[in-house]
């Protein structure tokens, strides 16, 4: 939870910055041509069994893909993109003078597709579904004192739910007309397991992304 509220705390700061900064970028219309482009980060995820942010274990990641940005009018674009990201979550428990780490990795083929609105032509902010199809499940226990692995499962994927769908919300700041910068938390709306007994909380994926993307 804390490296959450600080990964979005840098980001804020980071935005807050860039847009007062003075850079040169072509200005966007509906006439612009779509761009493609590729874009990569660093994911921070937790599972959340309420639909909130509390108590949950983050784990950090990595996000990379492709994506597309259509101009459908002044100032707005849909922008579709192709990731592949890690989702899960981490705990760690102190025993004795031994720290230890739970985590769970869940990695996903994503495909979100946003909405894009520019309130100036080189600072957006965004909103939309994003389709995830898992491809893998391990889980992972480690002694963090010693840094010895002390158990690591195979891919059981078929524990789980392969589709998930979720809903993110965002922002990005071009610095250039090719280099940005970019952040989005997404918040899951499906539980992840298969075969959940009646009665219990479902559990969804969580995620806030940041990163770097660059148009051609």
Do not use: C, W
Request: charge should be neutral.
């Amino acid at each position: 939870m804390k490296k959450l509220i600080l990964g979005i705390a840098v980001t804020a700061s980071s935005l807050a910055f860039a847009q007062t900064t003075t850079t040169t970028t072509s200005n966007m219309s509906s006439t612009n041509p779509v761009r493609f482009g590729i874009k990569g980060g660093m994911n921070v995820s937790s599972l959340s069994n309420d639909g909130t942010l509390e108590d949950q274990g983050s784990k950090i990641g990595f996000n990379a893909g492709v994506f597309a940005n259509i101009p459908i009018a002044t100032s707005f674009s849909i922008q579709p993109e192709v990731l592949y990201s890690q989702y899960g979550d981490k705990y760690d428990t102190r025993i004795g003078n031994n720290t230890y780490s739970y985590a769970n990795h869940l990695d996903y083929i994503t495909v979100p597709v946003m909405l894009q609105y520019n309130i100036i032509p080189n600072l957006y902010l965004e909103a939309g579904p994003e389709f995830g199809f898992m491809v893998s499940a391990k889980n992972k226990s480690k002694n963090e004192t010693s840094n010895d692995v002390i158990a690591e499962s195979g891919n059981y994927k078929d524990n789980f739910n392969t589709f998930n769908f979720g809903l993110g919300l965002g922002a990005g700041y071009y610095f250039t007309d090719n280099i940005g910068i970019t952040a989005r938390y997404v918040a899951g709306l499906t539980d992840i397991a298969k075969d959940r007994p009646s009665n219990s909380d479902a559990v969804r994926n969580n995620v806030f992304q940041v990163g770097l993307a660059f148009k051609f």
